[in-house]
């Protein structure tokens, strides 16, 4: 066959010279930006909870474009790919911003800051608990007071049935064994009662337990999950998680890449079977707290793999992207070939049906059920400015202008229009991703004052998202290219670079 | 089935065995840049690349089943919407009956997009093969038996237009047939 490659040809490598103007452009963009952003919420204090959801927004976006790449990589190690292997290390390189960005979610760590603009549960959790240990402070004598007289109540009681049997002459067996029982069960009765810690600490803690569920009912329900002690164990393991999967793997394949060993092949592969649950617990769970739980009383089970397909889709896109970028600066000329971006276009095709099959499931059982608690996530999105651009921009901007296009068999291997589709695809990315964070943004912050001055959307806030965004973006880009030089573009000495080389589908 | 039985009005074509993959591989390269249009390979096992050796085209298989998809989906959402909306509004749970009640009708217009794709998808595979049949001419031949075991064979038919009874012979030893047999009807 024409074109036959052999993988000891490429053994050595390619390396990515960074281009310094356009780090430096990423660089001076993201860093100012940040700098702007950090500035803005020090001088402009009453806008902070308008910044703290486009931060979220800015974050969120490009996380899930790092996770995506983590998911591409041990995806490939667990199946034992052969395909992709030319394009595993931008994948691995793709991950390894993760820890970056989330080092960018320090802001979320610090009480009474974004913590308490974006999640309402915090304040109104720290409030019911305080009014919760008020009552309690307060009740405690009067409970102790009426649990004591419980107790001689039922002691009066035990003594009476026992008087009743005493003054009964010569009682009958029946009758005899009708008194023990009714004895028997008062003593029962009272031994429960006397049982009971009536110190004051075991007080006050039932006191206030059942007082936070007279104030909170719905957030006294959680309790196990949302709380602040939790909630930092759950950020610190996230961080771990998908920071060191993303960095393990790179780090063992560019090992491999000098030394060759296939053992460390192997041992990816292992290593990877035994990641997968971790890193789907991390993400999904990432994303109940930091954005399922922006509405605190909102719930959809479908929430971790919607995240995850607009994850898994988006990063496949910016693969084909720089792919297609690199082929033009004179990049793996002839390590990815036209059957490559086929193979991507038809898992970005793949991943286009995924997406829309989870969010029409997820809007569909919602609205069929119609049950209150749950619908509230839509109502507010069908709400105003939400409504046509749900419709326009989600249905028909994310599924069926892509899906449409994918189908054809030709698009897919032409780099130029793919990655045009897979630039739609990102865009309509951020859209989602706004869909799901910005909405919240008004009734959460304006719902204190009157209803009438309630807001669906803040006026002007667009701007802070903007800078937000750019401001991610550029740090993103600048981690990516850094991470781009700092190593062979691929996997040189894996053992199914040349399957890869020479893949036809 | 030797040669000299076959006239020249009951030929079906030749069936010709090649040493290898190989020579079978740039033999199909000479047949498709001699212009011959019915002909094909058979070989034990798939030959990657050969689909370009070949000078195959594209299949129009996916017109077909884009077809089906599009008739499920428009014939699924009509009769929904027509008796659901326009016929009979049927009202539940207070929900519209309008242009937004659609959603409702995705999953049965999903599942009738998905059958109609796929009864197209395989019965207008075998519409394009001529499948099922009876029987076929090239199971007069032994050697072309042989494709299912270790033979590489290529059959052309008689009824390409440039097909010469002498001269495709000819051509056919020159690019490396082995074995050449005549395949009648």
């Known amino acids: ?505 | 089935m030797s040669d000299s039985s076959v006239s020249s009005k009951n030929l079906f074509g030749y069936v010709a065995e090649f040493a290898n993959a190989t020579d079978l591989y740039h033999a199909a390269e000479k047949m498709r840049d001699g212009g011959f249009r019915r002909w094909d390979v058979h070989t034990p096992y798939p030959v990657h690349g050969m689909d370009h050796a070949m000078g195959l085209g594209k299949s129009w298989l996916s017109a077909i089943v884009l077809g089906g998809g599009v008739t499920g989906f428009s014939i699924a959402l009509f009769m929904q919407f027509f008796t659901q909306v326009a016929l009979y509004p049927t009202i539940v749970q207070d929900k519209p009956t309008n242009l937004f009640t659609v959603p409702a009708f995705f999953p049965v217009t999903f599942e009738l997009t998905i059958l109609l794709s796929g009864f197209a998808t395989v019965f207008g595979l075998l519409g394009i093969m001529m499948l099922p049949r009876w029987n076929h001419p090239l199971f007069n031949s032994k050697l072309f038996s042989k494709f299912s075991d270790d033979g590489f064979i290529m059959v052309i038919e008689a009824r390409d237009p440039k097909f010469k009874r002498e001269r495709t012979r000819e051509f056919l030893e020159e690019i490396g047939a082995e074995k050449i047999e005549e395949v009648a009807y």
């Open chain 1, 1 to 505: 066959m024409a074109g036959l490659k052999d993988g000891d040809d490429f053994k050595d490598g390619e390396s990515f010279k960074n281009p310094l103007i356009l780090k430096g452009v990423f660089g001076l963009v993201g860093f100012g930006g940040l700098a702007l952003f950090v500035a803005l919420n020090f001088l402009l204090p009453e806008k902070r909870g308008e910044m703290s959801y486009s931060w979220l927004f800015a974050l969120v976006f490009f996380l899930s474009l790092g996770v995506g790449g983590v998911f591409w990589t041990l995806l490939h190690h667990a199946t034992n790919s052969g395909w992709g292997t030319v394009i595993r290390r931008l994948m691995e390189n793709l991950g390894s911003v993760i820890p970056f960005m989330l080092l960018l979610a320090v802001p979320f760590l610090i009480p009474n800051g974004y913590q308490d603009d974006l999640w309402e549960w915090f304040p109104k959790r720290e409030a019911a608990l305080e009014k919760a240990e008020v009552a309690a402070e307060k009740g405690v004598s009067q409970y102790v007071t009426e649990k004591q007289a419980e107790i001689a109540g039922a002691e009066a009681a035990v003594a009476s049935a026992e008087a009743e049997l005493a003054a009964i002459e010569s009682p009958s067996a029946g009758h005899r064994a009708h008194f023990d029982r009714k004895i028997e069960s008062l003593k029962t009765k009272l031994a429960k009662l006397q049982e009971q810690d009536l110190s004051e600490a075991a007080v006050h803690e039932t006191l206030v337990d059942k007082n936070f569920k007279k104030e909170e009912a719905l957030l006294h329900v959680k309790k196990g999950y949302l709380n602040e002690g939790f909630w930092y164990v759950r950020f610190f393991f996230y961080l771990i998680v998908l920071s060191g999967i993303a960095l393990a793997l790179r780090h063992w394949s560019i090992k491999l890449d000098k030394s060759g060993d296939p053992g460390l092949f192997l041992w990816m592969r292992r290593a990877s079977c035994g990641f997968l649950p971790f890193f789907a617990t991390a993400w999904t769970f990432l994303v109940f707290d930091w954005l399922m739980a922006l509405d605190y009383t909102w719930f959809s089970t479908m929430w971790g793999v919607y995240l995850f397909a607009g994850a898994a889709l988006n990063s496949m896109g910016l693969l084909v992207i720089i792919v297609t970028l690199l082929r033009h600066f004179g990049y793996l000329k002839n390590i990815v070939t036209l059957e490559h971006y086929h193979l991507m276009g038809k898992l970005m095709l793949a991943f286009v049906i995924f997406w829309a099959y989870i969010a029409f499931s997820q809007f569909f059982l919602i609205w069929y059920a119609n049950i209150t608690e749950e619908t509230k996530f839509y109502l507010t999105r069908n709400t105003e400015f939400w409504n046509l651009y749900t419709i326009t921009l989600l249905v028909v901007g994310h599924f069926f202008v892509p899906f449409a296009i994918l189908l054809l068999q030709k698009v897919k291997k032409l780099p130029l229009v793919l990655s045009g589709v897979a630039v739609w695809n990102l865009v309509m990315h951020v859209f989602d991703i706004y869909w799901i964070i910005i909405p919240e943004r008004g009734p959460s912050l304006t719902a204190a004052g009157p209803a009438k001055d309630m807001l669906m959307v803040m006026p002007g806030a667009w701007l802070f998202d903007v800078l937000a965004f750019v401001s991610v973006a550029g740090i993103f880009g600048f981690c990516l290219l850094w991470r781009l030089g700092s190593a062979s573009l691929f996997p040189c000495r894996d053992p199914r670079l040349d399957e890869s080389l020479n893949v036809v589908n």
